[in-house]
């Protein structure tokens, strides 16, 4: 599956309910990659949460990327894992997780990270915040120059985050994003499958026509 378009990221609630009924409205909007991340929750739920996602994805033919954890990863057979700068060896999980699974990074406002994330074979890298965040409001913030640099330097799939909203996507598209990481313009919608159909059709746009000809980086073809 192509690593573009609309990437939603769960927020941290631990109404299973409410987030599987959001989720659920978001993947018929036609979002086809779901972060799940709970910061707040026991192990035991989070393992629930991440297992009724699992089934969800599968039925609207979506990723699921897990945060944080390559051993919840593993054990709900998500299609790979995304770690941020304190989570752990990237090419130690690279190892666990074997050439099948997907695997992103978070690089912040640092390209040099980015560098070194690509050699140690991750499969997409995320910058961000580009805007202020709700979920993290004093996260680092990231450049639209920052992102131009990339898409000229990196070969893998770009994903952007923090604070994005459909005010704000449009130029991060336009200098190079492959994918928007959403949270709270999402899940704090009060009609979120309106809200997902609209970020998926700002990806509508044929491949030729987009910033330098470039196409959607497939997961199956990345080695």
Known sequence: MTLKGLYAVTPDWN???RLLASTEAILAGGCRILQYRNKTTSDCHRQEQAGA????TRRHGALLIV???V???LQVEADGVHLGGDDGDL??????????KILGASCYDDLALAHQAQAAGV?????GSFFPSQVKPDARRASLDLLQAARRE???PICAIGGIDLGN???LVAAGADMLAVISALYEASDPRAIAERFASLFALSPNSLPGGREGRSVATRR
């Open 67 to 69: 945060n944080d954890s």
């Open 15 to 17: 109404d299973s309910k």
């Open 91 to 100: 090419a130690a999980a690279r190892q666990r997780l074997g050439p099948g």
């Open 169 to 171: 996507a449009g130029p």
């Open 71 to 73: 051993d919840l990863a």
């Open 154 to 156: 990196l070969t893998l």
């Open 53 to 56: 996602l699992r089934a969800l």
């Open 123 to 127: 499969d997409y890298v995320a910058f």
